[in-house]
């Protein structure tokens, strides 16, 4: 595997997840396979779990690791080709990406939806630019569209905890202050529909997800209703995608914060969030301190969906 944005550079899906629980077993097994090569992971925007946990998986494959935080010690980049640059950008993308290529093996980027074009954003711009120029293989740390490596950490803890086959997962919209991007839920939804799960996402009226996300997923209005005989309720809050409001908020309806009455109503659902998480406006303090709550769990299994991930891309070099 060359590079890493979306589920289907996976290859067999099945087969991933059988690496990924090998690895959990044993994560020290493949120290070799990782020496003498460098990752240089790239942040555009700040993270907690993608940086520690993609930090931790590189060393346990034995590689050196370099961290670059954009905005914070590095020159501010122009991004667009034909800007006369008398601003505040000295340095152009063009010339950053490749240099940075020269001193590593892989390199992983997080560069979020910006929210100024949706052509941009759903073009994975930032993305592509690193892939075409920097001759170095390239995963996504979290783009604009997607978030694979938080999507196949979430599908290992439910195949972790599911206790049928055939689970009821439900993605539900929930409120936030701010417009955030798609790129989480996108990616769960690409994930869910990778798998013969059923697979339900509700929101309220406006904020739609891309089609070419929602896949074969049922849509559902009412959240009670979504809520009904769920073994997984998976929440995030997005922004809205259709025009004209892409990037916007359009209603913060406190209605829509998963409350444990609203939990009632499943399977005895497992509660799941990507974090980091807004209390008492995604999900109350009760569910999330319930043992229902598996949000521990899920970010621990970052640390083995980034080793699953840089194990296959380690192989390829
Ligand atoms: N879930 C996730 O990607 O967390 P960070 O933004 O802290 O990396």
């Given at each position: ?30 120290t ?32 050196n690791t ?6 914070q010690?590095a ?48 073009s ?10 920097s ?18 950490a979430?599908?290992i803890?439910i195949?972790?905890?599911?206790k ?8 539900t ?10 790129a ?47 073994d ?6 997005w922004?809205?995608y ?8 359009l209603?913060r309806d ?34 999330i301190?319930?043992p ?16 699953t991930?840089?194990?296959k891309?380690?192989?390829?070099l």
């Amino acid at each position: 595997m060359r590079n890493f944005t979306n589920v289907h550079d996976l290859g067999n899906l099945q087969q991933a997840l059988k690496e990924a629980f090998e690895i959990k077993k044993d994560r020290f097994r493949f120290t070799e396979l990782g020496k003498n090569k460098t990752l240089l992971m790239i942040f555009f925007n700040s993270s907690l779990r993608t940086r520690l946990s993609t930090q931790k998986a590189a060393m346990n494959l034995g590689m050196n690791t370099m961290v670059l935080d954009v905005n914070q010690g590095a020159w501010r980049l122009e991004t667009e080709r034909g800007v006369v640059m008398d601003g505040d950008k000295p340095e152009h993308l063009l010339e950053a990406i490749p240099v940075m290529g020269c001193y590593c093996d892989v390199i992983g980027v997080r560069s979020f939806a910006r929210f100024e074009s949706k052509e941009d954003d759903y073009s994975e711009k930032m993305l592509s630019e690193f892939i075409k120029y920097s001759g170095r293989p390239v995963f996504s740390m979290e783009g604009a569209t997607r978030h694979p490596l938080q999507s196949f950490a979430d599908l290992i803890t439910i195949e972790e905890y599911k206790k049928t086959a055939r689970p009821k997962v439900v993605l539900t919209w929930a409120p936030h202050p701010k417009a955030l991007p798609q790129a989480v839920p996108n990616s769960f939804a690409e994930w869910m529909n990778a798998t013969d799960y059923e697979f339900v996402i509700t929101h309220p009226e406006g904020y739609e997800l891309a089609p070419e996300f929602v896949g074969n997923a049922r849509v559902e209005y009412d959240q009670r209703k979504a809520f009904e005989g769920a073994d997984f309720i998976y929440a995030k809050n997005w922004a809205a995608y259709a025009d004209p409001h892409y990037g916007k908020v359009l209603i913060r309806d406190m209605s829509w914060t998963v409350d444990s009455e609203k939990m009632a109503l499943t399977n005895d659902a497992y509660f799941m969030h990507c974090l980091p998480v807004r209390r008492n406006m995604i999900v109350t303090d009760d569910v999330i301190e319930s043992p229902q709550s598996i949000v521990i769990p899920e970010a621990a299994n970052r640390e083995i969906s980034a080793q699953t991930v840089l194990k296959k891309m380690l192989k390829s070099l």
